[in-house]
Structure formats: structure tokens, C-alpha cells
């Protein structure tokens, strides 16, 4: 049975003081006992994140990381000072980093290893477009994205890791995927984990689906046999966030 696990994704929101406001509004209600919870802060929140959740079992993640150690690559951030900062998860290939910034699958590929060989666990973003749905060629797309961004990952890895289904058209839209349009993907992308590796990975591996997660349809995505949790963007900055937890506490 996977553990459900729930993360937020702050993306550029929370300066450090409405970090600290913002954890310890939610810390008293938030705990791990049936569900895995993390927190993916921009990088000048990580330390206060950490110092604020330290005993409560609430993991702390980046939402970027570059794959070069170290040296002459302003403004990035490596693996190593995320593990020196005590962070465990970090999100990788999310669209608007695919989007904004053109990170290639070439790219999150280096990264996603680079991730693994540090002790990082990834969550590693996939997701079609609105055209690419309705030309009818998600899953192509998807399974294409899940080849391209594994290569060179192993199975035990690969077993430990998140994949986040992240439908582009559903990220701070308002609009998410029905259940069973994000149950139909994440199936698919347990499959074609299972083609990649073997079954046993594809029964380990956590997918969560990310996309306008909001209290009122949490419920009834967490139902769904292939959907392990959810990133949570707009809802992870209100106390709405504990609902959702406790959605995927009640479907533990
Ligand atoms: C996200 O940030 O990955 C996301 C899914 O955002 P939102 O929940 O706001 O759509």
C-alpha cells in the first residue's frame, strides 16, 4: 500500500517572514501519522522551513536545483547545498520551469540523476497541454516526457522517486482535470513505468496529480487507484491546505 503524500508548491510567493507566519498558522493541524507532507519553499525560505517543522516529521523540498556541482552558474542553486540545508525532495521539470525558463527534458534528465546520486528525492512534473489534449496525443506525450527524463534512472530510484501528473492547462486555472481524466494518465504512467522497469517499481513508484487541487475536489481525486497524493499550488498557501491533507488521510 503507498503512503498518499501531499506537497505544496509555493512557487514565487511567501517572503521569509510570511513563511514563518504561514507554517505556523498550519503546523497545529498538519500531522504524518497516515500521510506524507512536504513543503516545496523558494530557496530563501528552506532554512526557516526546516527550523520551524524540525520534529513534526514534515519533509521540506526546493523547487529547482541545478545538475553542475558547483562554480561560475549565477543565480543557481546545487544539490549540495540543499542536502547541507537538510532538504530531502526537490521538484523537477515543472511547466513553468519548462515554459519560462525552456528547460528541455535534456536538461531535467541531468537533473533528476543529478537529484538521485545527492540523496534528493525528485518529484518529477509531467503534463500535456490544452492543443495536445484535444489533438488526442497525451499519453504519447507523456510517456515520451517519462522516457526522455528517466534516462539512466534505476529501478531502485526510480521505486523511491514522486511523478507529479501536472496537466498544463489545469495549473492555476481553476480548472483541474476530472478524476477520472487524472486517474486515466496516472495509470498510464504507472504502465509505462512497469514497460520501463517492471512491476514492483510501478506498484512503489508514488504519482500524485497536480492541477487546481482544491478542498472541494481533493475527495474525490484521493478515491482514485493510481493517484497517490497531490502538488498543491494556490491551495497551499491558505489553511485549505489542511483540508486537503485530511482528504488524503481519510482515503489512507
Ligand atoms: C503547481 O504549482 O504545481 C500547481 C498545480 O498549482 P495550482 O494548484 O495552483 O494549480
Redo the contacts with the bound molecule.
Sequence with gaps: MRKKIIAG?W?MNMTPTEARDLLELLKPSLDTKDVDILFCVPAIDLLIAKELLAGTGIEVGAQNMYFEEKGAYTGEISAEMLVDAGVSYVILG?SERRGYFKEDDEMINKKVCKAFESGIIPILCCGESMEQREEGITLEFIRDQIVKDLAGVTKDQVARMIIAY?PIW????GKNATSDQAEEVCAAIRKEIARLYDDDTAQSVRIQY????KSNNAPELFTKANIDGA?????SLRSEFIQIVNSAKENS
Design positions: 508548491n512557487k515543472h501536472e489545469a495549473i492555476g486555472t497536480g492541477g487546481s487541487v502538488l498543491v499550488g494556490g491551495a
